[in-house]
């Protein structure tokens, strides 16, 4: 009997410090999305502005469908920003459970996520559903508003010091730029030969309707962390 109210005190203590901190990392980073949100609508504004005339055909275009959900169309790309609904630890192997920022509390560590993708914006303008968009950085906000980003090449280094960064409006707009600069200099590749080299009469048939051979910028990469761990 004793045993057994032992466990269920350890349920109630459970539900009081981690779904009670749970909650308020999604409440944050629904927050921090919202600001994304926001910087990026006023990011498109800015630039339009300083298009000339003669640029007028290269348009910024901002659009959301949700609060879950952002988009920054330019030239030719496309940043789609997701917060995902759940909040997620780090496996105990990551390094961020060897700072001491965590070991002095471990419910630190629970992070929001916010996904970057980067798409084709032809591939969503004409539903191309075989093409590909890629993964270009996963933004972690925990309890306390602290960060950091991981991505590829300078996105993770730019964005790594989680004992001490807490994410504002001037760092969301660093993040932008720096996303929309990778995506800009990170430019469409013909695809291999052999890959593309067979196709099928239906794919011949619907390809002026659908676009159905697939496109992206290139092959995906893995990240550092999941690199460091095969």
């Known amino acids: 009997m004793q045993k057994l109210i032992s466990m269920e005190n350890e349920i109630v203590n459970l539900l009081k410090v981690k779904s009670s901190t749970k909650q308020n990392i999604y409440s944050i980073t629904k927050s921090v999305f919202s600001d994304f949100q926001k910087t990026l609508q006023e990011k498109a504004k800015i630039i339009n502005k300083q298009l000339s005339e003669q640029q007028k055909k290269i348009h910024v275009e901002y659009s959301s469908s949700g609060k879950f959900e952002a988009q920054i169309k330019f030239s030719g790309d ?43 914006s032809d591939s969503l303008r004409y539903n191309r559903l075989n093409d590909s968009g890629f993964l270009v950085a996963r933004i ?32 969301i707009n660093s993040i932008i730029d720096v996303l929309m600069l990778y995506a800009l200099n990170f430019d469409l590749q013909v695809p291999n030969f052999n890959d593309v080299r067979e196709v099928s ?27 460091n761990n095969e």
């Open 140 to 171: 972690f906000v925990n309890k306390e508003k602290h960060f950091f980003v991981e991505g590829d090449k300078q996105i993770g280094y730019l964005f790594n010091d989680f004992i001490n960064q807490e994410i504002d409006f001037k760092q």
């Open 78 to 120: 496309t940043l789609l920003f997701h917060m995902h609904s759940n909040v997620f630890d780090f496996p105990s192997t990551h390094s961020i459970h060897k700072t001491k920022y965590v070991k002095d509390d471990i419910m630190r560590s629970f992070c929001g996520v916010i996904h970057v993708y980067n798409f084709l």
């Open 201 to 227: 009469v239906h794919h011949v048939l619907n390809m002026n309707n659908n676009q159905k051979i697939k496109t992206a910028k290139r092959v995906g990469y893995k990240f550092s962390f999941e690199t």
